[in-house]
């Protein structure tokens, strides 16, 4: 929780709680599904993608042929995960903005396929990228007292 000098939780104009660089990391680690925004012919796409991280960074299995894996070339993107529960009308959402690329070095790629990372998605996905989390936000709908 991110808390001001007097111990209180830092909200937003609109009441979300703000959340720490580390409770986002933290929650990013857990979370299973993330949607990844990237730009596809000079327009936004979206998708979601199952996840792993590697210390901060975000790391993504696809196949090389993808329009995910054709658009990022050292190019800026967004990721975002969240959770909520329906009936207490309570969840939070992390946003992260960095740097994703393409990971072609021999030795980070014997690390990245030793990582915990099955794609979910059907086909062989021999192709990483790897984003970093430079940007990290988060924000959380508190329950109501």
Not at 55 to 60: H, N, P, R
Not at 125 to 141: A, C, E, Y
């Amino acid at each position: 929780m991110n808390v001001n000098g007097r111990g209180t939780a830092v909200t937003d104009r609109a009441g979300l709680e703000v959340l720490a660089r580390e409770e986002c990391l933290q929650l990013l680690a857990e979370a299973p599904i993330g949607r990844i925004v990237f730009t596809d012919h000079a327009l936004p796409a979206v998708q979601p993608v199952n996840f792993a991280m590697l210390g901060t960074d975000i790391i993504i299995r696809t196949s090389p042929e993808s329009k995910l894996a054709q658009a990022i070339r050292d190019t800026v993107v967004a990721f975002e995960v969240d959770d909520y529960d329906v009936e207490t009308r309570t969840g939070w959402s992390v946003a992260v903005v960095g740097i994703g690329r393409a990971v072609d070095d021999p030795e980070e790629l014997a690390l990245l396929e030793s990582l915990p990372l099955q794609p979910w998605a059907p086909g062989p996905k021999p192709h990483f990228i790897r984003i970093m989390t430079d940007i990290v936000s988060g924000r959380r709908i508190p329950k109501k007292s």
